[in-house]
Nanobody, 109 residues
Framework: EVRLVESGGGSVQAGESLRLSCVAS????????VKWARRGPGKGPEWVSS?????FTTTRDIAENTLWLQLNNLQPEDTAVYYC??????????????WGQGTQVTVSS
């Protein structure tokens, strides 16, 4: 079964950090284009890579088949559900898109 499972979210104060993880099963992240996305309350979805102003870092551990997102100096506007996304290259001509269930990050001032 193909799955993406995020964890690591929580409630923090402004200025604090969190590290989110996304564990993939059923396929390899090494053959996938992986990204983090988020959706804040009352907002549309956005790719995390276009936000953060240098405060967020994505890393990939192929051996653990895990994607990480380090969130530093969190601010109230970073409050959102964070999702892991993978475009898996299933064959030379087919790409399968997968989403995790999301993990909530809440930042208070």
């Amino acid at each position: 079964e193909v799955r993406l499972v995020e964890s690591g979210g929580g409630s923090v104060q402004a200025g604090e950090s969190l590290r989110l993880s996304c564990v993939a099963s059923g396929f390899s992240l090494s053959t996938s284009d992986v990204k983090w996305a988020r959706r804040g309350p009352g907002k549309g979805p956005e790719w995390v890579s276009s936000t953060g102003k240098g405060r967020f870092t994505t890393t990939r551990d192929i051996a653990e088949n895990t994607l990480w997102l380090q969130l530093n100096n969190l601010q109230p506007e970073d409050t959102a559900v964070y999702y892991c996304h993978a475009d898996q290259r299933d064959s030379p001509t087919r790409i399968l898109s997968h989403w995790g269930q999301g993990t909530q990050v809440t930042v208070s001032s």
